[in-house]
Every structure is written in structure tokens, then in C-alpha cells.
């Protein structure tokens, strides 16, 4: 069975870009989030296996959906994601359940993969 | 001038023929018991006041105090007549005896300028001369005095019909009313001395205290009067009454000297003191010495801001006449440098010397006022530069976000979408090439996007070509027709031109976004000096520079080169932003 992935992202483009990609390599997209609030309540509905989160968005930043989702007991894998540098941010995976981080620009399932 | 100063010699002669005239009268008079006494009484007191009040009214025409101090000092002798034995001269003497407590109210009332203060005063004045005059009138067509415990007196020569009930039931009468209205003066009096600051009470005490000591035993007078106290214990309370009565011109002269001492000794201490240079604080201390005014307050003229300063260049509002504070400007050269605050009844105690102190020390208040002006462009440089810092740190800020979320997102999902093309470049190549197009879409737009950023931050168009290409630019990227009228073709300083085209810039934005204009039009000039930049609109004005950060961080960015920022725009007649950028 496919791995089921949530994006969390506030732009469009990516959240695009990225469903395309990954559900070419066989990953299955069940939704999509634009801000943290939103993200949290796709969560309890879409129980995925994976929530690939971006760390800057409109609300809430994804170190605290992080931090939330973990303290709610909910148990996604969750994968931070960003368009900054993965030395900036790197380093923060691991803490508040997050499982690892990719810089947007090298996504791709293999990567995902490789941190699950 | 010269009719005021024969006037007054004349009232001087006649001042002192009437009280030659009592002094004949008192000796004369056998009944009298201690002629020398009583005449020298009536003399110092009559003479002291029409002395004093000639004098003070030759000093200041226009002040009433002069001429009411003189009235009191002829309708003093007149009451002193009453001291004769032959019965015209006596009885004329009582029935005008009384009228000098209705001048010493109005002295009192009006002083110190002289002046009635309200309607209220006028008509307690008018009722006091009323009661003194014609109320005591119809007493003396009744009152025989051998009836009425004064067998030594001459025939009353008014006298229609003596009747001793009805003079004392009017004389009780009369007795009630004038105690009302000396109650109704004290009031009045106690309130304004409440009113008083410490300075204005200084110079109100001798006077007031001497008045108002007679008004209580006048007061204390009537009731003892009226308690049937004898002839002899009557005329003890009388000569104590007016013993500070008769103080008064003396304590009044007295105020006078000390006043002109105080003024010449302070303006030649004031002088010795400002020769050497003073300490910042000391001139204010120094003047509020000089005036005795501790409350004293200075502030510098800012020609270029048009307003005033205080000594560390923060501005002053001047307080209203109306609080007891006046204002007296100081100029040099006949340019304004300074003003001073103080108590505004310095200019009623010593006119003129305001002027005086304030010119004597201009030179210094100058010297203060370019310290004042200093500290204020620094203040303003200080929070000027404090809101280009803010401003610096929103830009990059802005900067970022625009980054991050424009090109930078562009060129990740490009880079998403080239990795999916070649996945699939073997097995699905028209999708590859589909992919392809939307990378080279996303390229395209990113680059836009960057171009308008790097424009943002700094225009190039302008280090290459100079301004004129610049705003035509600007003109031709707006989304209203603008028309550029002048606009020098010779390049000016790169701070000049960079402060110009951010002008023109800011200003045509927020024509686009709130003018709802139809047209604008830009004007640039190079005059005097300096670059004149006008940027005006036919759209709704209102526009308030305090109101958002656009014009308020275009002032500062100008502040920062020496130049200002105007902005003209009332409600429906349009906007017109200039300009004035120093450009030598």
C-alpha cells in the first residue's frame, strides 16, 4: 500500500509541483494544507503517514504544528521542509518529533524515503 | 505732554492752597482740642495722597492710579473741612465727609492698573459714590449737631426741621448699606489675592494690606457706633483707622523707588553678570533674578521651522495672555531671537522694563538661541535617524519576504518540475516537454520579479543614465498619464538625484493607490542652490504625511541631506508634494 503524504505549504505552486512529483514516484497525496490550523485539523481527519510541513507559514510556523501534533498524540512521520538553507534549519530535526528535513529544491520520494 | 504736566502743576497748587485753607480752619477752630495734632494728620494724609498721585500720574498718563490717589487725597481734605467752626465750611465738610471711603474703594478696587475689571466693580464703585454723595444728603436736611451730642459745633446750615429719630434711624441705615459694600470689596479683594502668584503679591501687600486694615475699622467703627460708644472713644478708633490709611502713599512711593532701584541696579547686574560668558541655565537664572519672576521661562526662535524652542531645542507652545503669563519677544537687529515668559503684571509694575532686561541681554539669548537651534536639528537628526534605522531594518525584512516568497518559490518548483521532466523524458516525453514549458514559464517570471527587486533597491537606470531617463521611466510605468514638465538634463550629486527620483517615485505610488486622480505632473528645478521637486495631482488630497510610513520615511530620507518635505493637500483640491533638496 502507498504511503499516504499531507503537503503543508502556503504556496500554490509547490503544493503543486510537489503532489505531481511525488505521486509519480508512487507516493499517494491525500490533501493539502495552505496555513498550520488547517494543517492540524487535515491531521485528525486525513490521518496520513507522512505530513511533509513547511517551516514558514502564514499562522503558526511548522516547528510549532511540529510541536502540537506530537503533544495531540497524533502520530504522522513528519518531514520539515524549506526554502531556506538546510544548514539554517538542519539542525533543528529530531526535536518535537520532527523525523528530518529537505531543502524544497531536492525533494523527491527517494529523499522522502530515506527518512522514514 | 506739556498741557498734562501744567494740569498737574495746577492741581498741585490747588492741593496745596485746600490744605493751607483746613490748616486755618483746624487752628482757628477754639473747640478743637489738639489743633496740632489734628491738622498734622489731615496734611500728611490730604497732601501724601495728592503728592504721590500727581506724581505716579505724571510717570504714566495711562494709569489710573495716578488720578484716583489724587482724587482720594482733595476728597480727604474736603472732609477734613468738617473741622471748622463757620457752619458753610462745616457743613459742607460733613456731607462730603464720607466721600473719600468711596475713592479709596475704588482705588483700591482698581488697583493696580487703575482699571475696573468687570461690571460687577463698576456698579459696587458707582453704588459706593452713590451712598457717600446723595444717600447722606437727606441726613444733613435733619441733623442738628447741638441735638446730636456735639454741643460745640456749628449750625448745621441745611437744616430744615431737626429731627434726631429719623437721623438715626437713616444714619443706621446708611451705616448697614456702606458695611455691605465694604464686605462685598473685602471679597473681592480676597479673591484676587488668591488668584495672586507670589511675585504679584509682593506688590500687592502694602497697598492692599494698608486698604484693607481701613475698610475692617471702618467696619469696626459703625459697630461701635451703633453700640453708643462716646465722642472721645470714637475718635480714638478714628485716628487708628487712619493711621495706615495715611501710610498708604508713602508705602505706595516707597514701591515706586525700591521698583527703579530694583530695575537699574538689575540691568547694570544683569549687564556685569552676561559679560562673562554664561553657563547653560545661568541667563534664565540671571533673568529670573533681574524680573523676580522664579517661574521665569526662555525660549529660542527657529526662523527656519517658524516656531519656538526650548534650550534643548524641543519645541514650546507660548502659554495665552489670559493665565496670568504674558510673553515679550526679544529682537536683535530687528529680527526676532528669543521670547520671554513671565508674570504678566511686571508689565503693569514696571513697564518697559521687560523690554529693557530682554535687550540687554540679546546678545546672549542670541548666543543661546543658536545653542537651542543646534540641539534641535540634533534631536531631529537623532529621531530622523532612528526612523531611516527602523525604515532600513522593514525594508530588509520586506525584502526577504518578497524574495522568499516570489523568485525563490519560482525557482524551487522549477527545479521540482525539471527533475520530474527528466524522469520521464524516455517514457513520457510529451509530458516531459509539458513540464519543460511550465519550468521555462516559472524562469521567466522569476526573473521579472527579481529585475523589480534589484530596481527596488537601487534604480540602476539612474546611475546610467541620469535622472531625466529615470522619471521618464517612473512616468511611463505609472498607471495614470504624468506629465514630465522640466527636468534637468546635467547630472547632480548622486545623493540629489537618489533623493529625487525616491521623491518622484513615492509620490506617484500613492497617487496611484489613493488619489484616484486622472493625471499628474512632475516638475524638477534647479534654483538658488537647490533642487526643487514637484510632484502634483488632480485626485482627492486629504493626504496626511503622519498618517503611514511612505511620506514620513520620504522626510526622513530628505531630513538626512539637509532638505524638507511639503505637502499641500486639502480635501478635494488635489495633492502637491514638493521638494527642497539642497544642491550647491
Redesign the interface.
Known amino acids: 500500500m502507498a504511503i499516504s503524504v499531507l503537503i503543508v505549504d502556503d504556496?500554490p505552486?509547490?503544493r503543486?509541483?510537489?503532489r505531481?512529483?511525488l505521486e509519480?514516484?508512487g507516493f499517494e497525496v491525500v490533501g493539502e494544507a495552505e496555513d498550520g490550523i488547517s494543517a492540524l485539523e487535515a491531521v485528525v481527519r486525513l490521518a496520513p503517514d507522512v505530513v511533509l510541513l513547511d517551516v514558514?507559514l502564514p499562522d503558526i510556523n511548522g516547528f510549532e504544528v511540529a510541536s502540537r501534533l506530537t503533544d495531540n498524540g497524533a502520530s504522522p512521520a513528519i518531514v520539515l521542509t524549506s526554502?531556506?538553507d538546510v544548514e539554517d534549519l538542519g539542525f533543528l530535526a529530531g526535536r518535537d518529533g520532527v523525523r528530518g528535513f529537505i531543502p524544497?529544491?531536492e525533494?523527491?520520494g527517494p529523499a522522502l524515503e530515506a527518512l522514514l | 505732554m506739556r498741557s498734562l504736566r501744567g494740569a498737574l502743576w495746577a492741581l498741585a497748587g490747588a492741593g496745596l492752597a485746600m490744605g493751607l485753607a483746613v490748616l486755618a480752619l483746624i487752628v482757628t477752630n477754639d473747640a478743637i482740642e489738639v489743633p496740632g495734632a489734628w491738622a498734622t494728620g489731615a496734611l500728611a494724609v490730604g497732601w501724601g495722597f495728592i503728592g504721590v498721585g500727581l506724581y505716579a500720574w505724571g510717570r504714566r498718563p495711562d494709569n489710573r492710579v495716578g488720578i484716583l490717589m489724587t482724587a482720594t487725597g482733595f476728597a480727604w481734605l474736603l472732609a477734613a473741612s468738617g473741622f471748622s467752626d463757620l457752619p458753610l465750611v462745616f457743613t459742607l465738610g460733613q456731607v462730603f465727609g464720607a466721600l473719600f471711603f468711596a475713592v479709596v474703594m475704588h482705588l483700591l478696587l482698581a488697583f493696580p492698573s487703575g482699571r475696573l475689571q468687570s461690571v460687577g466693580e463698576r456698579r459696587l464703585v458707582a453704588a459706593a459714590y452713590l451712598l457717600t454723595t446723595v444717600g447722606v444728603f437727606p441726613l444733613w436736611l435733619f441733623a442738628d449737631p447741638s441735638e446730636l451730642d456735639c454741643a460745640d459745633c456749628p449750625e448745621n446750615v441745611l437744616l430744615i426741621d431737626s429731627n434726631e429719630s429719623l437721623v438715626t434711624t437713616l444714619g443706621t441705615i446708611l451705616n448697614v448699606v456702606a458695611v455691605g459694600l465694604v464686605g462685598v470689596v473685602l471679597v473681592v479683594l480676597l479673591r484676587r489675592w488668591r488668584r495672586a502668584t507670589p511675585a504679584q503679591r509682593r506688590f500687592l501687600v502694602p497697598v492692599y494690606s494698608a486698604g484693607v486694615a481701613v475698610l475692617l475699622l471702618l467696619i469696626v467703627m459703625v459697630a461701635l457706633q451703633a453700640g453708643g460708644l462716646n465722642h472721645d472713644a470714637l475718635d480714638v478708633v478714628w485716628v487708628a483707622a487712619m493711621l495706615p490709611f495715611g501710610l498708604v502713599p508713602y508705602v505706595f512711593l516707597f514701591t515706586l523707588a525700591r521698583a527703579r532701584m530694583i530695575q537699574s541696579g538689575a540691568v547694570g547686574e544683569l549687564m556685569a553678570r552676561l559679560g562673562e560668558t554664561p553657563r547653560r541655565g545661568e541667563l534664565r537664572d540671571a533673568l529670573a533674578r533681574a524680573l523676580g519672576d522664579p517661574a521665569l521661562e526662555l525660549v529660542y526662535w527657529l526662523p527656519d521651522d517658524e516656531r519656538f524652542v526650548d534650550a534643548r531645542g524641543f519645541p514650546v507652545t507660548l502659554p495665552d495672555s489670559g493665565a496670568g503669563r504674558a510673553v515679550t519677544r526679544v529682537e536683535r537687529d530687528g529680527v526676532c531671537v528669543a521670547a520671554i515668559m513671565h508674570d504678566g503684571l511686571l508689565l503693569e509694575q514696571y513697564p518697559g522694563y521687560v523690554d529693557a532686561i530682554g535687550a540687554a541681554a540679546s546678545l546672549a539669548l542670541e548666543n543661546e538661541r543658536l545653542d537651542a537651534e543646534l540641539c534641535a536639528k540634533v534631536e531631529e537628526l537623532r529621531s530622523s535617524r532612528q526612523r531611516m534605522l527602523s525604515i532600513g531594518l522593514e525594508e530588509r525584512r520586506r525584502l526577504e519576504r518578497d524574495l522568499?516568497?516570489g523568485a525563490?518559490?519560482?525557482?524551487?518548483?522549477m527545479?521540482?518540475?525539471m527533475?520530474?521532466a527528466r524522469?520521464?523524458l524516455r517514457d513520457q516525453p510529451d509530458s516531459a516537454e509539458t513540464l519543460l514549458d511550465v519550468a521555462g514559464d516559472?524562469l521567466e517570471a522569476a526573473l521579472g520579479e527579481l529585475r523589480e527587486l534589484a530596481r527596488g533597491i537601487h534604480p540602476a537606470v539612474l546611475s546610467d543614465r541620469g535622472l531625466d531617463t529615470a522619471l521618464e521611466t517612473l512616468a511611463r510605468r505609472a498607471p495614470l498619464p504624468v506629465e514630465l514638465q522640466g527636468v534637468p538634463s546635467d547630472r547632480l550629486p548622486e545623493a540629489v538625484e537618489l533623493a529625487a527620483y525616491y521623491v518622484v517615485a513615492e509620490a506617484l505610488t500613492n497617487v496611484a493607490k489613493y488619489a484616484a486622480a486622472s493625471r499628474a505632473t512632475v516638475n524638477v528645478e534647479r534654483t538658488n542652490g537647490r533642487v526643487v521637486v514637484e510632484v502634483a495631482d488632480d485626485g482627492v488630497g486629504g493626504a496626511d504625511p503622519e498618517d503611514g510610513t511612505g511620506l514620513r520615511g520620504l522626510a526622513d530620507r530628505l531630513a538626512v541631506i539637509e532638505g524638507r518635505l511639503d505637502i499641500d493637500s486639502k480635501p478635494g483640491r488635489g495633492t502637491k508634494i514638493t521638494a527642497r533638496i539642497p544642491c550647491a
Open positions: 504556496h505552486s509547490f503543486a509541483s510537489a505531481m512529483l509519480c514516484e514558514q526554502s531556506r524544497k529544491s525533494l523527491s | 522568499h516568497d525563490q518559490q519560482r525557482l524551487v518548483s527545479a521540482l518540475n527533475r520530474l524522469s520521464r516559472e
